[in-house]
């Protein structure tokens, strides 16, 4: 498993922005952020392989993007226009290999960050 430590997160009102960060203690094939609300289940947000190809939770399109920075090992999510649907605890999730799975599927992964908590107020 690979070690992934969250920063980022906190309380904003609707329509502004916040940027999570996810550094991992190394190489990782796709890095991935979910996020899950009280009383739902864990969804998955956008990830990213380390080849460059980016995907996306249709929720989210155009207003979140995500990157991954090979050299540190971290990957990034912007949040903008963000709405109080998107209030959640959001995890970092990663794998160092290709395994099949869908993206989205939180089988994929064998690594998991603690979560960070995005309260979004209108």
């Known amino acids: 498993q690979v070690q992934l430590v969250e920063s980022g997160g906190g309380s904003v009102q609707a329509g502004g922005s916040l940027r999570l960060s996810c550094a991992a203690s190394?190489?990782?094939?796709?890095m991935a952020w979910f996020r899950q609300a009280p009383g739902k289940e864990r969804e998955g947000v956008a990830a990213?392989?380390?080849?460059?190809?980016?995907t996306y939770a249709d929720s989210v399109t155009g207003r979140f993007t995500i990157s991954l920075d090979n050299v540190k090992h971290t990957v990034y999510l912007q949040m903008n226009s963000l709405k109080p649907e998107d209030t959640a605890m959001y995890y970092c999730?990663?794998?160092?290999?290709?395994?099949?799975?869908?993206?989205?599927?939180?089988?994929?992964?064998?690594?998991w960050g603690q979560g960070t908590q995005v309260t979004v107020s209108s």
């Open positions: 990213a392989y380390s080849g460059g190809t980016t």
């Open positions: 190394e190489y990782t094939y796709i």
């Open positions: 999730a990663a794998d160092r290999r290709w395994n099949g799975r869908m993206w989205s599927n939180e089988l994929r992964y064998d690594s």
